[in-house]
């Protein structure tokens, strides 16, 4: 099987989601500043599911057995808590050694004051293995490279061919105005057209922004800086989500990751815009076979573009003494060696896009059953790529205000204000204009 990632990526910064999916809390305490575990180094991620704790800690286990002077050790951290938690961390000194980050949060965490520069293992990374650009566009700032890339995410429509085919549709949408008519005529007998989230969460900030690139509004600043999101463009996105929330489950306003796709496989719903979790649990969960999973690029309004959601997901250090720091990157340096790094992805497959052409080929990653079965969907993930983008950091920019704006859901809470509280979507835009100048001010 061949699986092709475009040449000439010209994006500025690619971006999941997860990014990333939501992490749940579990971990306790860092160990990077002066309450460090003698001979260990702790490692906090967000990425909380148990398959994917269980494979990382497999590739754990493998990098401890090599006899590394100092172990590694992860802990489990909440995305919807690790601003705080971060920030008291660092402020006790007891911050982990190694940081999972997305770039908008790296904006965040850098100005506490304990990021190391990694350019050196970057540098050597790229030498070895040739990092794709647009993955370590958003983690340079002046001439520094503050986290290391490890695994990209981008999202998708996915759509349930068997409910596609008993509503008698035969395609799946392209535009927003057949997106919007398909989910209508699949909204029937109790079951939702589209599951989407609409909670004050990361989950609904993604999908609103990968709609806002596809209707040319992805940009939240102006060329000087200041905030620029209050725009027809922007209005007529969040009018269009509006009208899509009629069709999508009534308990939506709580809404996060896990319940779309709960929806999704349960055939609840018969489409969902979410990352490439969607594959590996899909025919267990679904009672489906893996063709009856659709995938598509994200609909566009007439005369927009194509546009998701990218995160290069990267590694923080996050170690003051030296000789710790030397050791994550010594990890990190070995993590994306080829015959490491391909478990490593597989930790959630299709979800965690290589971003090395050496990885690109990793054979336990090309094997991996879930890659192979849906070798089409991987294939387009890794094309939607190509018009990927994250707020902050679109035509080059790199601002350093972003991660205020992110911590506090803005975008997630302008889907609430207009889709809860049925206000006028040009008026929710302007009060989120006004919440995100006044977060880059303090």
Known sequence: MQLRWAKGFTVAVLAASVAATAGCGGGTGGTGGSGAKSGT??????????????????????????NPPLKVEQQVQDWNQIYTKIAGAVQSQTQPDILFTIPDFTTYVRPLGAVQPVTDVVKQADAEHHLIAAAKAPYLDKGQYWAVPLYGMVQMLWYRKDLFAKAGINKAPQTWDELEADAKALTKDGR?????????????????????LTNGAGQFFSKDGSVALNQDKTAETVAFYKRLMQYSPKDSAN????????????????????????LAPFEAESGRPASDLGCAFIPKPAGGQDG??????????????????????????????????????????????????????????????????YAGCVNAMLEQSKSGALFGFTNGQYNESIGKISGQNVLAQVVQRATV???????????????MQQAVQK
């Open 308 to 373: 998701s959601i990218y995160y290069s997901n990267a590694a923080m250090v996050m170690s003051k003494d030296s000789t710790r720091a030397a050791a994550a990157k010594a990890f990190l340096t070995w993590l994306l060696k080829p015959e490491n790094y391909g478990d490593f992805l597989d930790a959630e497959p299709g979800l965690f896009l290589p971003l090395t052409e050496d990885g690109m080929k990793a054979s336990s990653w090309v094997s991996n059953p879930v890659i192979k079965k």
């Open 41 to 66: 180094l702790t490692l906090w991620h967000m990425e909380q599911p148990p398959n994917r704790v269980k494979a990382f800690q497999a590739v754990i286990d493998r990098y401890n057995a090599t």
């Open 255 to 278: 809404y996060s990751w896990g319940e779309p796709q709960a929806a999704f496989n349960s055939g609840a719903a018969a489409m969902a815009i979410e990352k490439g979790q969607y």
């Open 192 to 212: 939702s057209g589209i599951a989407l989230p609409a909670g004050k969460n990361l989950a609904t900030d993604q999908v609103l922004y990968s709609l806002m």
């Open 421 to 435: 509280q049925g206000e006028d979507p040009k008026t929710s835009v302007a009060w989120a204009q006004t919440q």
